[in-house]
């Protein structure tokens, strides 16, 4: 059974950094997408990066280019997310999921949500001013 477990939320300062951690398990492939997502209450869940298993390129959105950054251990098949400058807005449950998208949609960006089938149960996020 194919399986995702995020870890490394937590209540940080503005400016603050952490590492989110995905780690998955029963996979028969080693090259699929992860992205992640985050949701904040009231509001839409939101793409926010994405990385292919196979070749390590990876993809990450405009609105937190320049301070996420998306990496792997393929040793531990494990993904991570560094956020680092976090802002109060940055407040949300942040998920991790699987998709079996080509790495050419995975690294550009093509995808929503509903391209991704195999999620994680979130871990929260919550920065302070």
């Known amino acids: 059974q194919v399986q995702l477990a995020e870890s490394g939320g937590g209540s940080v300062q503005a400016g603050g950094s952490l590492r989110l951690s995905c780690v998955a398990s029963g996979y028969s492939s080693n090259n699929y997408c992860v992205g992640w997502f985050r949701q904040a209450p009231g509001k839409e869940r939101e793409g926010i990066a994405s990385i292919y298993t196979g070749n390590s390129m990876s993809y990450v959105h405009a609105s937190v280019k320049g301070r996420f950054t998306i990496s792997q251990d393929d040793a531990e098949d494990t993904r991570y997310l560094q956020m680092d400058g976090l802002k109060p807005e940055d407040t949300a449950m942040y998920y991790c999921?699987?998709?079996?998208?080509?790495?050419?949609?995975?690294?550009?960006?093509?995808?929503?949500?509903?391209?991704?089938?195999?999620w994680g149960q979130g871990t929260q996020v919550t920065v302070s001013s």
């Open positions: 999921a699987a998709s079996s998208i080509p790495w050419t949609s995975c690294t550009r960006g093509q995808w929503t949500a509903d391209n991704f089938r195999t």
